[in-house]
């Protein structure tokens, strides 16, 4: 049997007399890396571990190199920053600002979902995932910059999941995801990557069949202007060229023209939703009224509905569009294009046929009330 701690050991004793062939000491240039490897190796012994047994440690990429000295490390509170990482990697970088990875903090502060909430909810649940942003170990965790983790859909998984945007739990429910889940075999199955990142490209905004990334219907750059018809077309024969790697070209354009059509028959169903409050507005029938209530952050006192509505400071009858229009017609089309038959019926469209109900119901609870007060 391996003894992986003897190994370890040995690659420590071997690093420290690389790194430490004199007494660690500081210099007038900084500070000297086996200063750093003597001291973490008591202070924080699992990163340092995770560092020895990276490609980093092997080509002699140490402390000193992605944090420059103490002092800077402890004003960012020890983060690297991509331009950091791309005077290395510099095709990967410029591959990452061609995504809408790295616009992610920039469109979130912005954002007057993100607005009206507190700054503690903002730190433990937007900015965890949009921080991506700011950190190439949002993907490549931190000191061991594993590229078989990164390439793991449960790391795309740490952001891309849940009821807004529930990719991880699409694909898992997939034949994709499934027979991937079953074989560990890349070759079998698609991960995330093969589709959204193929040959190893930083862009992960590659290989979107047709749509944003949110909650609109118009396909957008990342200035977020509508694109070009021909950008479009460029667009899906990317996506065609991954698919007939294993699928023939007929079912492919088939699939995703299907998921087109899903996509579009959600944004109909979702506008349907509409119509009962906007008449019930009409009627002055809303309660609180817009003017009643605190104005929206960046749309001011006006009705919201679909984005960027909020789940804050309104009425009953625009919580349940919300919920249509935020999780359900997500659920609807996305899932369409991730080839998920439960999350496109189950978890989308029948949740929106019911979401319509409950928003006409709600509509003529809101007109009875009224007749009665007037009585």
């Keep these: 049997m391996i003894n992986y701690f003897k190994i370890t050991s040995l690659i420590i004793f071997s690093l420290s007399l690389l790194m430490c062939a004199t007494p660690p000491k500081k210099t007038e240039e900084g500070i000297d890396p086996g200063f750093c490897i003597h001291c973490h190796q008591e202070v924080t012994p699992r990163l340092f571990q995770s560092w020895v047994e990276s490609k980093h440690a092997k080509n002699g990429v140490h402390c000193m190199t992605c944090h420059i000295d103490h002092q800077v490390a402890s004003e960012q509170k020890s983060m690297v920053f ?14 990452f600002r061609m995504s809408r990875h790295s616009i992610g903090f920039d469109r979130m502060r912005i954002q007057g979902e993100y607005l009206s909430i507190p700054q503690e909810i903002r730190a433990a649940f937007c900015e965890r995932c949009h921080s991506i942003q700011k950190r190439c170990n949002s993907c490549h965790t931190s000191h061991r910059f594993s590229l078989k983790e990164a390439r793991n859909p449960d790391a795309c ?6 009821p807004d945007h529930p990719h991880k739990e699409m694909y898992d429910t997939s034949l994709h995801g499934t027979i991937y889940k079953i074989t560990q075999n890349a070759e079998r199955a698609p991960r995330c990557i093969t589709c959204h990142m193929p040959n190893g490209t930083h862009n992960a905004s590659y290989g979107i069949a047709r749509g944003p990334a949110g909650t609109r219907s118009e396909v957008v750059d990342l200035k977020e202007i509508p694109i070009s018809k021909e950008e479009e077309e460029r667009k899906r024969r990317e996506m065609l060229e991954i698919c007939t790697k294993c699928h023939s070209k007929r079912f492919t354009k088939e699939q995703l023209e299907n998921a087109d059509q899903v996509k579009e028959e959600g944004f109909n169903l979702m506008e349907r939703g509409k119509e009962p409050i906007k008449e019930i507005e009409k009627e002055v029938l809303l309660y609180p009224s817009v003017a009643e209530r605190m104005p929206h952050p960046t749309e001011g006192r006006t009705l919201v509905l679909a984005d960027p509505q909020l789940y804050v400071g309104t009425s009953h ?59």
Aim: charged content about 30%; aromatic content about 14%.
């Design 157 to 162: 998984g740490c952001c891309h999941l849940g």
């Design 82 to 95: 991509p331009e950091k990482c791309g005077e290395c990697h510099k095709k990967e970088l410029e591959q």
């Design 317 to 375: 009858i625009e919580r349940l569009f919300f919920t249509m229009f935020k999780f359900h017609n997500i659920r609807v089309w996305k899932s369409g294009y991730h080839f998920s038959p439960s999350y496109t019926h189950g978890y989308g469209w029948a949740e929106m046929q019911l979401d319509l109900i409950d928003i006409k119901e709600e509509a003529e609870k809101l007109r009875q009330i009224f007749r009665e007060m007037k009585k």
